[in-house]
């Protein structure tokens, strides 16, 4: 039983890694983006961060 509570988070807090790499990934195509001339959205990297 404590087995599968533990199995459970560990998936979730892998998921949640998973999605702040790709957030960051996400941010440095944003700030190439940014050097390139396109609008700047750090803003948006930051708040998905903190998600």
Known sequence: ME???YKRS???QE???YRLR???NTCQ???V???LGFPPIPLLC???VFL
């Open 22 to 24: 790709y957030t960051l």
């Open 10 to 12: 560990f998936r979730q």
């Open 33 to 35: 983006r940014r050097c």
């Open 3 to 5: 087995w599968n509570k």
């Open 29 to 31: 195509i944003l700030s």
């Open 46 to 48: 930051q708040f998905q």
């Open 15 to 17: 998921s949640r890694i």
